[in-house]
């Protein structure tokens, strides 16, 4: 069975540095990785994907993932935080083994708090 | 274009009603998911339609959870005597990609229900 793990229930960073928001995943077969934000009484914001190909991954409003298959980790990151970013991030795994469809398994979200 | 929209937004049953929660999904995507998002986890997976076919609802929490897309558009999910365990943000999703084609899928804002 897949399963995603997000180790920080929150993290904490000044607007203008580097953040990183950590993901680890455990599927049967290749992994589809995915990263979704969700501000306050909204759904769920696509933010990037990685399905194949380069490790690193560019997506919406700056941010950027590393895939890495050695340590099963798949990390958000953005080189420098806004306060707009203030929100609850998701990461999220389907198993590209399975052929049936693609449901997604989701961690349990990691609330990012930029500072001014 | 319009993104996922789904009504109510909010909704409060008396233990033991039934409601129905509606999503009408993106244009032309075929395949649609319904996610569970109980308060502070990450969404959890009830049911998948690939047009109109329920490929898989090995999700949804007992008998009394149904969802239907009779005409492989917009989806009902339906709860009968509801209970207060019920009580969660309910995620329509949507998603161009099939099992063959994996694509991102693109969220509604949710059904809050609240079972009182």
């Known amino acids: 069975a897949q399963s995603v793990a997000q180790p920080e229930d929150q993290v904490n960073v000044a607007e203008g540095n580097p953040l990183t928001v950590k993901c680890t995943y455990s599927?049967?077969?290749?992994?589809?990785l995915f990263w979704y934000v969700q501000y306050p009484n909204r759904g769920l914001q696509f933010l990037l994907k990685?399905?194949?190909?380069?490790?690193l991954v560019k997506g919406s409003y700056g941010f950027e993932a590393e895939f890495n298959k050695s340590q099963t980790s798949f990390h958000l990151k953005k080189p420098s935080a806004l306060v707009s970013d203030s929100a609850l991030y998701f990461c999220?795994?389907?198993?590209?083994?399975?052929?049936?469809?693609?449901?997604?398994?989701f961690g349990t979200g990691t609330r990012l708090l930029v500072s001014p | 274009g319009a993104g996922v929209s789904q009504s109510p937004r909010y909704k409060v049953a008396k233990r033991g009603q039934d409601v129905a929660l509606r999503c009408d999904p993106i244009?032309?995507?075929?395949?649609l998911f319904w996610y569970q998002q109980a308060l502070g986890q990450g969404p959890e997976f009830l049911t998948y339609?690939?047009?109109?076919?329920?490929?898989?609802k090995s999700g949804l929490p007992s008998d009394r959870f149904f969802a239907e897309r009779p005409e492989g558009s917009v989806s009902t999910l339906k709860i009968q005597r509801t209970q207060q365990e019920d009580s969660a943000v309910y995620l329509c999703?949507?998603?161009?990609?099939?099992?063959?084609?994996?694509?991102?899928?693109?969220f509604g804002p949710g059904t809050r229900l609240t079972v009182t």
């Open positions: 999703a949507s998603s161009f990609g099939t099992s063959l084609a994996p694509h991102e899928q693109y």
């Open positions: 599927v049967s077969g290749n992994p589809y």
């Open positions: 990685y399905i194949t190909g380069d490790n």
């Open positions: 999220a795994v389907s198993d590209g083994m399975n052929t049936g469809f693609q449901k997604l398994v």
């Open positions: 244009s032309g995507h075929v395949s």
């Open positions: 339609f690939q047009n109109e076919a329920q490929l898989d």
